[in-house]
Structures are given as structure tokens and as C-alpha cells.
């Protein structure tokens, strides 16, 4: 007798269920992605304790006539491919013809449909995956779907669903999502008698993003085209202090996608800037040619395969770090707890219209000369004021970075041209630029400074090395002596000489020359622990810009330090040459900047 026998046509869909719709999410993530096909310009969507007692899909698409409508409850039944070849290049977000009747077999099911242009429209019941009715109906242009009691004759499936505050957390998430990949389209979501979403049709990304985010200063803007590629989307800033692991929307074609080789270059942008571990938000959007991506890779389609694996993690690496670069010093906010309005009838400052006009300002961030005369009148300068008795020079043509006398040019990098007017407890250099104040951390910022230069020597070869009159003998843990003896070679392209001595002890003999002798041991055992864990097979430039980070740390000038202008001056023009200047190797922010704005706005002139 036969073992082997076909499953029924219930138990089919059941089981092809099983992969395509794990959730009420997974099921408003097919709905929608049917609409989006369907050119539908608006969708809402109707959900009740989290999808499990009801969710429905409304969009106003081309719809179905009513051969069309039958079909498309039959398994692989679809309008959007014909033949095999057509899988070599998908333009549609489904495809398949599997998730409305994997749907209907575990629901209640209605569909109500209506062709553009038809005087009427055609509603099917399915339960459980059997049709009950087909009958015509009046409804609007456009789709509606039904999905009742999701799961119920699944008890098995049912039991495992999370609480309804969970589910509508997911189907909000994914809600989210698609509106930002589709700006076009305007977007509903309902829980119950709570509007969860509400965002109406938008000319664009950036549009669509401040109806979603609203302000992001945190975040900075990529946009990229190389290698038949198209890249844009905002990525954390660097110096973005929010949770270690952010959101990341990312979108190859428009289609929602988890991708290692995406994952990795994200990664990988950020651990050139800093050695900080983390998992930044993302929203990104790649644009390739369909023949050069599979996305028949998971029943989910939450997969996709590329042609050129090594090409797009290039170019979308290189991206991510042009933008980083780019990325601006956080802002300060002040927060007055006690605001206090001007007095009734107390004069409030105006603008006298024409007084201004025509009038030459003096600007020492512009590269005319003639702007670096001090306005007699507007100038806060005095000259008894005392600054020379501590060693400031009073007229320097070369205060200005960015000015004609400086030679440094604006780079493009997130740190504007600063020019230094002081320390705060020795530790902060207080700088002014063309829109606000700055405070930058003097030991992180000649960190960055220092981190970066020493990357760069790297590339040339070997650092330069200085040999101990007398070698340092260092007693380590076992775990800390194999970390260094792991990573000896990178070490030595350091100019660090160290070996075994016997016991618990090793021998330095030799150290960079940019590290102050008195630092050799304190770096040495950060080093071992900074290694510690790594293994001898991670990626080879992982440890040595652990190694770079920990020696410019210890290089670097240290907090409670008084500096001279000159000192202070030099660090502010390194940095700006940085490529990476809004935070220190270790991801601790370098500078933080108040405002034009924030000052005039709590001085009540705006």
C-alpha cells in the first residue's frame, strides 16, 4: 500500500500559511504590498485587538473584475508574472499568488473589489479556505479585505500570537515602514477607536519623513549613485548619543529587506569612524536593476540575493561614510523651567525696516579681507581688558580659520571654522563660529586628531618606534598576555616590542615615539584588555584600530590641561581636517554646539 499521498487543498494553504503568515503583521504586510501593486494612492487600515478579532485593508487601487476576483483566492494564482524568465527580474512586490488564499484558510475572509470603471463590484466569503458566497455588490473603486478571527481554526498557531498591545506595536511598525517607502501614497491606521497613523500623500522622502519624525537633527542625509546603484535615506549622526541599537528600515527597490551584506557595510561605515559597538538607526533606500537582485530567496520575500554582493557593500559603505563625515556637532537646548514674559506695555525689540539697508557688515568667516575690519561701533573687543597679561595675542591674522591669513579651507567636514577664545576649568576650549558657540573636549577632539593620523601612517607601513633605556617588565593575566601575543604582529607595525619574561610577566622593549613614556604602561594594559575576547581571527583591521584608538587616548592632551591659543587653535584646525570630527574613536561626542538661534530665542529676540 501507498505511503505517499497528495495533501489536501485546505491543508496545503494551511501549511503554505504556515511560512507567509506568521502574524496579524505578516497578514497587513501582504494586504498592503497587493494595494501598493494595484496603484492604489490611498489605504487605510483597520485593526482590533491587534489584528487577532479583525484587520482590514481598504485601498482605492484598480480592483478586480469578477473572473479576476475568483482566481485570486486560488493558490499561485497572479497577475504579475507569466513565465520563468520573468523571475529573473521582479518588479512587483508580490508575486507569488500565495498570500490571499493562505490568508482566506486560516480566517474568516472577505474581499470586496471593484474595477476602475465598472458599475459595479463582486464581494467572496471564504471560511477556513472554503468559499461560502460570491455574490455583486455596490462598493467603491478600489479593494477591500476582511480578515476575521485570524487564526481560529489554528488553535496551536492562535496560542502563540503575543498580547494585542504587542501585535498593534508590530502593525504599527511595519504601517510605519511602508508610508516611509511609499511618500506617495497616503497612509491610515486604526486600533480600535485610536488613530494610530495618519499621514496624507507627500511630494517626497523628506516630506514623508517629518510627518512620521518630525525634526531629526540627530540623523544626516545619504545620497549616493555609483556602480548602476542609487542610494539615499538619514543614518544615525556619530555623535548621536541614543540607544545603541536603533531602528533600520531598509528598502532595495522599495521592498521592505533584512540583508547581511547590507547589515555588514552599515556596520563597517561606522567602525571606521569609531571602535563603539552598535547598531545605528538606518532608513535606506538602494535602487538597482532588477536583473541584478533575486528577491525569490524566502516565502516571506523579507530576503534578497545580489548579483554583486561586493560591489553594493562597497558602494554603500563608501555612502555611509561620505555622510558620516558630513554629520553635524550635537546642538545644546536650554530648558527654562521659570520663563518669564515681558511685562505688559515693556518694549519688545523690533526690526526698523530700511535702517539696515545697504549697510556692510563686517563677516571674519568670509574670505574678503575687507570683512576683518572690526565694526568701531559693534566691536566687544577692549584693549585693556587683560587678555595679553595672560598670553593671548590681541590682533592675529591667522584667528580665523577659514579667513584669508589662515590657508585652511572648508572642507565640507561636520565642524565648522571656529576660532578659539578660551578654556573652561582647563579642560574645555570655548569657540565661537558663524552660527553659535561651541565646546569642544579638548582630550577627545586631539583624540580623533591623533587616531586619524596614526590610521593614516599605518597605510605607509610601519609607525615610528622608540626603544626603552630601560625595558618596563609588566605582570599580566593569562588572558591579557594571549591577547597580546594574538595580535603581535599588529603591535609591531605599532612599534610595540613586547615578550614573554617568564611567569605572569612580559618585557617592553620598545613603544611608539607620538607615546609619552610615562603612558607606556597604563596603554600597554588597556591594550591587552581592549584585545582581550577579540581572537586572532577577526577582521585585520579591526584590531588595529582598537590598537590606534587606545594609543591616541593616551597620546592625546588630557582634561585639567591649561592650553595656549596657539594650542588651541591648532587642535580646532586638525579637526576640522578630520574625517570623521563629530566624535572621538570611543564614540564620546567632541563637540557641542549652542545655537544663533537658541541664544536669540531664550534672549527673547526672536
Not at 500565495?98 to 463590484?121: D, K, N, Q
Not at 521592505?256 to 567602525?271: F, G, L, N, P, Q
Not at 633605556?469 to 599580566?476: A, D, H, I, S, V
Request: proline share 6%; with cysteine.
Amino acid at each position: 500500500m501507498s505511503i505517499i499521498h497528495r495533501l489536501a487543498p485546505d491543508l496545503a494553504n494551511q501549511i503554505a500559511a504556515g511560512e507567509v503568515i506568521e502574524r496579524p503583521a505578516s497578514v497587513v504586510k501582504e494586504l498592503v504590498e497587493n494595494a501598493l501593486d494595484a496603484n492604489a494612492r490611498r489605504i487605510v487600515i483597520t485593526v482590533e485587538l491587534g489584528g487577532k478579532k479583525l484587520i482590514r485593508v481598504e485601498d482605492d487601487g484598480d480592483g478586480m473584475d469578477p473572473e479576476d476576483t475568483r482566481l485570486a483566492i486560488e493558490r499561485h494564482a497572479t497577475s504579475k508574472i507569466v513565465r520563468a524568465d520573468d523571475l529573473g527580474a521582479i518588479r512587483t512586490l508580490g508575486f507569488r499568488g500565495e498570500a490571499l488564499p493562505s490568508i482566506a484558510s486560516v480566517s474568516h475572509f472577505t474581499l470586496r473589489t471593484r474595477a476602475r470603471a465598472a458599475l459595479s463590484g463582486t464581494e467572496i466569503k471564504v471560511n477556513a479556505g472554503t468559499v461560502t458566497s460570491i455574490r455583486e455588490v455596490g462598493v467603491p473603486e478600489g479593494t477591500c479585505i476582511e480578515v476575521a478571527d485570524l487564526f481560529y481554526n489554528l488553535p496551536a498557531r492562535r496560542k502563540f500570537l503575543k498580547s494585542d498591545t504587542a501585535e498593534t506595536t508590530q502593525i504599527s511598525r511595519l504601517a510605519t515602514q511602508l508610508a516611509v517607502g511609499y511618500p506617495e501614497v497616503g497612509f491610515t491606521l486604526v486600533s480600535g477607536v485610536r488613530t494610530l497613523l495618519q499621514c496624507p500623500p507627500s511630494a517626497g522622502l523628506r516630506e514623508r519623513f517629518f510627518q512620521l519624525y518630525g525634526e531629526r537633527p540627530d540623523l544626516v542625509e545619504v545620497r549616493k549613485a555609483a556602480g548602476g546603484l542609487e542610494i539615499e535615506g538619514y543614518v544615525a549622526a556619530l555623535g548621536d548619543q541614543g540607544p545603541t541599537r536603533g531602528a533600520q528600515n531598509v528598502f532595495v527597490n522599495r521592498r521592505i529587506v533584512k540583508d547581511r551584506t547590507i547589515a555588514h557595510a552599515i556596520i563597517e561605515a561606522y567602525s571606521v569612524a569609531t571602535i563603539k559597538e552598535r547598531s545605528p538607526e538606518v532608513h535606506l533606500f538602494l535602487r538597482i536593476a532588477p536583473d541584478r537582485v533575486d528577491v525569490n530567496v524566502h516565502p516571506a520575500k523579507a530576503e534578497v540575493r545580489f548579483l554583486e554582493q561586493s560591489l553594493v557593500h562597497e558602494v554603500l559603505r563608501r555612502a555611509l561614510g561620505d555622510a558620516l563625515g558630513q554629520g553635524r556637532a550635537p546642538e545644546l537646548q536650554f530648558r527654562l523651567e521659570h520663563a518669564v514674559p515681558p511685562a505688559p506695555g515693556e518694549p519688545r525689540p523690533m526690526t526698523i525696516p530700511g535702517v539696515l539697508a545697504g549697510a556692510a557688515v563686517g563677516n571674519r568667516w568670509t574670505s574678503d579681507p575687507s570683512s576683518l575690519i572690526p565694526n568701531p561701533e559693534s566691536s566687544i573687543t577692549n584693549p585693556e581688558s587683560g587678555l595679553q597679561d595672560r598670553g593671548f595675542p590681541m590682533r592675529d591674522s591667522g584667528s580665523g580659520i577659514g579667513d584669508s591669513g589662515s590657508g585652511i579651507k572648508d572642507q565640507g567636514s561636520g565642524i565648522r571654522p571656529m576660532i578659539p577664545l578660551g578654556q573652561f576649568r582647563d579642560t574645555f576650549i570655548i569657540a565661537v563660529d558663524d552660527e553659535g558657540v561651541a565646546i569642544i573636549d579638548q582630550h577627545v577632539a586631539h583624540e580623533r586628531v591623533l587616531f586619524e593620523q596614526v590610521m593614516e601612517r599605518l597605510t605607509a607601513g610601519r609607525m615610528e618606534s622608540q626603544r626603552l633605556l630601560t625595558p618596563m617588565l609588566l605582570e599580566l593575566s593569562p588572558a591579557q598576555r594571549d591577547a597580546l601575543g594574538q595580535h603581535a604582529a599588529a603591535l609591531d607595525r605599532f612599534g610595540i616590542e613586547i615578550e614573554e619574561f617568564g611567569g605572569d610577566s612580559v618585557r617592553l622593549s620598545a613603544v611608539p615615539t607620538l607615546l609619552d613614556p610615562a603612558e607606556c604602561e597604563a596603554a600597554v594594559r588597556a591594550l591587552a584588555d581592549d584585545l582581550e575576547g577579540m581572537g586572532g581571527g577577526a577582521n585585520v583591521d579591526e584590531p588595529l584600530r582598537r590598537i590606534a584608538a587606545t594609543m591616541a587616548c593616551h597620546a592625546a592632551v588630557k582634561a585639567n590641561y591649561p592650553l595656549t591659543l596657539e594650542k588651541m587653535r591648532y587642535i580646532l584646525e586638525e579637526l576640522r581636517r578630520t574625517a570623521y570630527s563629530s566624535v572621538c574613536p570611543h564614540g564620546r561626542p567632541v563637540v557641542l554646539r549652542l545655537t544663533r538661534r537658541e541664544i536669540e530665542k531664550n534672549f527673547q529676540r526672536i
